[in-house]
């Protein structure tokens, strides 16, 4: 991918995105919304950029993906300890803060959007489905970055549903359905791969090897790039969270979006002058 006139790239993995380009960021996010609301009524919902790091130790997260957590970090407010850092010269001529004690960590920046949901409905009985739209700014730390593909800072849009398990398996297989029937109207060349989540030491986590031998996981993928999955994930979050319908333990799943990642799929597939991008307004999924 060249330079682009409406994006600026930091090599840390962050990125702005101003114009057209984010008329076009904006116009899909739009679109997806429109989907989960007139076709699931689904609710929006806005989260935090922090989540608590005790919530996402019911799901065994740091064991997982302990790789791609990031951090946020305050220091200690007692005045020696601030005078200390002033003093100390707190940047680095390698522009690495110098530390001085910091409180105690209790919040993760978060690494995918979904995970407030469950969090947002722990304890609660329903008696019909239940389905929530959220978008999140994400952080996951990589060992490389690339400009809209993959990036330290990123935005998540997902649409969410929790009932029995006829419910979700159903959701699922409509909305890859859906989205299938979509590509094939705009002609986005989409293929789908089952995938599995980034594990940290994949080949000794019980999880992975769930995914490998009961595939949950089907990943949206363009040229080599994944740009969304669909994900099943029968009664885990249901039962880690205590969420139950009608007294049983909930099931769930979700379909999950890379907004920049779309961004990047339009632009080199289209092209990237914005007359030649399909009319996402007039479009629904």
């Not at 040229?223 to 099943?232: K, Y």
Request: charged residues 20%.
């Amino acid at each position: 991918m060249g330079v682009l006139e409406n994006y600026h790239w930091y090599d840390n993995g962050l990125s702005v995105i101003s114009g057209d380009l984010l008329e076009l960021y904006q116009a899909i996010d739009q679109l997806f919304i429109r989907w989960a609301t007139t076709e699931f009524n689904a609710k929006d919902h806005l989260f935090s950029t922090f989540i608590q790091a005790q919530e996402l130790e019911k799901i065994n997260y740091f064991d997982s993906f302990p790789h791609l957590v990031t951090f946020p970090i305050c220091l200690c407010p007692e005045e020696d300890n601030l005078r200390r850092f002033i003093e100390g010269k707190p940047l680095s001529l390698a522009g690495e803060i110098n530390l001085t004690a910091t409180t105690p960590i209790r919040e993760i920046l978060t690494p995918a959007a979904c995970y407030h949901i469950y969090v947002y409905l722990q304890n609660k009985n329903f008696d019909s489905p239940v389905y929530i739209t959220t978008v999140n700014n994400c952080f996951r730390r990589e060992s490389h970055y690339k400009p809209l593909q993959r990036q330290w800072n990123f935005h998540m849009r997902e649409i969410v549903c929790l009932g029995n398990q006829n419910v979700v398996e159903q959701f699922l297989e409509n909305a890859r359905e859906k989205l299938k029937n979509f590509f094939k109207a705009i002609g986005l060349p989409i293929e789908w791969d089952i995938a599995t989540d980034p594990f940290f030491q994949p080949e000794s986590n019980p999880k992975y090897i769930a995914q490998i031998v009961v595939p949950t996981k089907i990943e949206m993928i363009f040229q080599d790039l994944s740009i969304g999955s669909t994900n099943l994930h029968r009664d885990y979050f249901g039962k880690n969270f205590s969420i139950s319908m009608n007294g049983e333990t909930i099931h769930s799943a979700c379909v999950a979006f890379g907004l920049e990642r779309w961004v990047y799929a339009f632009i080199q597939h289209f092209g990237e002058q914005k007359e030649n991008w399909p009319n996402l307004h007039s479009l629904i999924i």
